[in-house]
């Protein structure tokens, strides 16, 4: 598989459709991030474990009657609005996405905070050293993105883990540390309120603008 | 927060009870999954996702007539069963995790094979560089516990990007490269059949067993 510009999809939604449909479908993810959450603490007796999982497989064939046989992908309209609704990390649509919302402060820095709850640990009551990784790598890709002015493909990524990282808000910033032709190098941290201003990831993006997206910019970051 | 051997949680309970407790949760986990899928891809009418959304929230509300406040944590017992139920990649109660299903080739070598489905997208069709930098960090710290005979966190991880990586069918293995006094290196890659023997990710992780830990082991690694 090879990724090209043919991969973005151009739709004739318009921007009022699209804001519609991310409240209807939106609103279900949300249902179901609680629902998540609660299927890893619930204690309660096989019966109503049974009575739960009926109700489950109801609304998934009610939501299965019409639905895509495709990933969500990656769509933009004419007025210059494009949405991610499957994305691991920002999909609205995505139970498993947080969703982390992004605020840029200017076109070369983006600053995120999230809650991080039952779902996203690793080592006991501490965020996940991998999913650390995930919210890293997609806040740096879209940094690199320069506020989506230019597509940009990961290179490399390392990560510097220096404490652990308790479940609940985290904040995280990138910036843009250099920029060398189609090299762009991005510099990011993650961390806790618990820990104040030491954070408790740190990272370095090397990105990518591929050879065949360097003459027109793409709404949208391939992370 | 510090993490120490403290965060791990003797329990009384029997393996046969954890296997059992497995197939019940576990099961609800399985059917959640589904709902996460065809979250994203439903196209039904507002009025077919109001009347999900009411299933879906019976459901919640059942299961959370009885749920621990807490994160599910890491567990074991007297017979040397582990269990971490919650854990945002191999967590069998966890819908965000695939779940990841580990398989020893020796106890330096680890390898993996998992279904990646709509909920794990990035660029279109591909799975999101971050979830493949979350599976292959869960993968090498277990790797480098050199199945689970010691407790490591870990240090750095850098990941290499060679190519997209479609949705569907994915294997991945980790290896033990370097072992020196408390500091374990571990190389892992990651790809899909698409590309016969070539990795779309390669990565090399620094890991390193914690002073409290180096005399007595835990089962499970932070990871």
Sequence with gaps: MTLSSMSFVLSEMSTAAVEASEVLYGGLAADVRLLVDVAIRTRVDAERVAAARDLVRQAEQILAEDASPEAAGIHF?????????????VGVRNAIAPPVVLRWVDDRTVRSEVDLGAAYEGPPGCVHGGVSALLLDHLMGECGSAAHTRLIVTGSLTLRYLRPLPLGRIHMQAQI????????TVTAHLGSDDHGDKPAVEATG???VPRWAREGAVSGSLD
Aim: net charge neutral; charged share 35%.
């Design 77 to 89: 309209n004419t007025e210059g609005r494009s949405w991610n609704w499957g994305n691991a990390v």
């Design 177 to 184: 540390s250099r920029e060398d032709d189609r090299k762009v």
């Design 206 to 208: 090397l990105f990518i």
